[in-house]
């Protein structure tokens, strides 16, 4: 079931598998906005588990502390770490 909804999910462009709705562009502070241009540029959209996180300022702040950190992590080559990332992604059904 989860497979078919993943496959739904894909065909669609993302977006089916989240159980609470994200916080619209219109209806964000700046900071996340900011952030969500951001990801529009680096990205070609805006991603999704961002527009979730936008719901708590703690969180979104939170995971943006994460991203940053691991993307100034110089201990591991960027084709081992864009690996591991496509590789967790896969396993846990992540369309990003």
């Given amino acids: 079931m989860r497979k078919v909804q ?15 709705p994200g916080i619209p562009k219109d209806q964000a502070d700046l900071l996340t906005r900011y952030v969500y241009r951001y990801s529009l540029q680096h990205l070609g959209k805006v991603a999704e588990p961002l527009t979730i996180a936008a719901h708590h300022r703690w969180i979104s702040r939170g995971v943006g502390a994460f991203e940053w950190t691991l993307q100034k992590a110089r201990r591991v080559d960027e084709k081992l770490k864009a690996l591991a990332s496509l590789k967790a992604a896969t396993l846990i059904g992540c369309p990003f």
Avoid: K, P
Wanted: aromatic residues 14%.
């Fill in 6 to 20: 993943f496959i739904q999910c894909w065909l669609n462009g993302g977006g089916a598998l989240a159980r609470i």
